[in-house]
């Protein structure tokens, strides 16, 4: 479907996961600042990490900034809403270095979300089992998208590791000392945060952590020199019960259908989704090569698409041999019935040439336009052609017949066409909220009934005599 526009935007920013709540919140602050700068902004307001839902997974390294923007009648002249991206991406980008952003709008970034699990109109989606593998991957398939015309906030999911602490523990150890597994994991449970219980305050409850003081915390060497428990006297340390290993490792490990998964996201501005992922496949298969296990797919608007489109392949050709077979049964005539027909592609041609003039990708919504012409097309023929049919059973040649018919039905066949066309001349100019639905729609009607009345008032009437003949087919 053409892109709705809702009349706000969504800016998706991300930080280094190592980020701290307090510099996102400043982050985030900065960032409002920078969007309330621009005239045709309203308003603007920020939320960072997670929230209670548990549907919408965020860390606090990422932020969604709501734009609500004010009608574009209130606008500078001459400024659509790509240009208004553009210049907030350049804008933050300059401002505030470090942070990823991506643009989209609320409706649509949560229909690409529960399509893909991306928040971008394509994502590239990779699976595979090592997590390096997968990065680097990732990070080739972001510099190659970036080149293809029409990409925009492209950015890998892959983020830096972060530095983590592995406790081990010396079951060897342990056992010499009379440690339970249970009393050394109270001691590490204890330097994140222990829940200890609940504080009633009328109907609140607010919960209890118990953590080691923030010098405990400080560096392995000190976390090393927690006592864990007193034997014979002797304070027993974390360090001597097991191995504390300074690692990094990813901040998140996604998965789908057992396997670990990976994606690359990007959106789509100024170019139609279906031949930019076109262009994207062919241009990734050349230059990416994957190792064996590994495998991608192509998420995003770009799903929908195909199932819209499988729907309509199927739909469109039933829809026309129906429209044959009801014409053949009523003429008992395949030739006229092929006639009749004829509006067909000539309509079809019509809707196509509107389009490439307004330069209108093809879109769900034009298809449709499409069916509902071809209805329109094969009635003014059927009109004609009835009148005409009727006269050479009265008695006249088939030329006459046809003369006849043109003069007498040229009236009602161009008042169909034109109260059908000029019904759709303010769903194609609109433009209000939806527009964006309607305009491919009344476009294919209006242009593909210009092209089909030309051929019912003018083609036809030419070519009947040829296919009549005193013999039914």
């Not at 996201?265 to 496949?281: I, K, L, T």
């Not at 336009?369 to 003014?380: D, E, K, P, R, S």
């Amino acid at each position: 479907m053409p892109r709705l526009e809702e009349g706000d935007l969504l800016v998706e920013a991300v930080r280094l996961p190592s980020a701290t709540l307090e510099g996102s919140l400043d982050m985030s602050r900065e960032i409002e600042t920078v969007l309330k700068g621009f005239s045709e902004v309203k308003t603007v307001f920020c939320k960072t990490g997670r929230p209670e839902i548990a549907n919408d997974v965020m860390g606090v390294h990422q932020t969604d900034v709501w734009v609500m923007l004010k009608p574009e009648q209130q606008w500078p002249e001459h400024k659509t809403r790509d240009v208004l991206i553009e210049e907030m991406s350049a804008e933050l980008t300059r401002t505030v270095p470090g942070v990823a952003f991506g643009f989209t709008q609320p409706i649509e970034m949560r229909v690409d979300e529960l399509v893909a699990g991306v928040k971008a109109d394509v994502a590239v989606l990779l699976y595979g089992e090592d997590m390096a593998v997968l990065a680097r991957a990732s990070k080739q398939i972001e510099s190659v998208l970036r080149e293809i015309p029409g990409a925009a906030d492209v950015k890998a999911d892959y983020q830096a590791n972060v530095p983590t602490l592995t406790i081990r523990p010396r079951h060897e150890a342990l056992a010499r000392y009379g440690v339970t597994v249970a009393e050394l994991m109270d001691v590490v449970t204890a330097l994140g945060g222990y829940d200890a219980g609940q504080i009633f305050e009328g109907r609140a409850r607010f919960p209890i952590m118990v953590r080691f003081p923030q010098p405990w915390r400080e560096s392995p060497e000190r976390l090393e020199n927690i006592p864990v428990k007193f034997v014979g006297g002797a304070p027993v340390t974390l360090g001597t019960l097991a191995e504390i290993d300074e690692e990094e490792s990813p901040p998140t490990i996604e998965h789908e259908l057992g396997r670990r998964r990976t994606f690359i996201q990007a959106n789509v501005r100024n170019r139609d989704v279906a031949s930019f992922v076109s262009e994207a496949q062919q241009v990734v298969k050349n230059k990416v090569d994957l190792p064996d296990g590994y495998s991608l797919r192509w998420g995003g608007d770009f799903e929908n698409l195909q199932s819209a489109s499988l729907r309509l392949m199927i739909i469109t050709p039933v829809v026309l041999l129906l429209i044959g077979m009801l014409l053949h049964m009523t003429f008992n005539s395949m030739r006229l019935a092929l006639l009749i027909f004829s509006a067909v592609p000539t309509a079809a041609c019509g809707g196509v040439i509107a389009l490439s003039v307004r330069s209108m990708p093809f879109s769900i919504s034009a298809g449709v336009g499409f069916i509902a012409l071809f209805g329109v097309a094969v009635l003014n023929g059927l009109v004609w052609v009835s009148a005409a049919e009727n006269m050479r059973a009265a008695g006249m040649s088939p030329r006459i017949a046809a003369y006849e018919a043109a003069l007498i039905r040229i009236r009602p066949v161009l008042m169909t066409a034109l109260v059908a066309s000029f019904g759709f001349v303010p769903m194609a100019l609109s433009t209000s909220a939806g527009a964006e639905i309607q305009r491919p729609l009344a476009t294919v009607v209006i242009g593909g009934l210009v092209t089909s009345t030309i051929l019912t008032a003018f083609v036809l009437p030419a070519v009947y005599p040829w296919f009549v003949r005193e013999s039914r087919v």
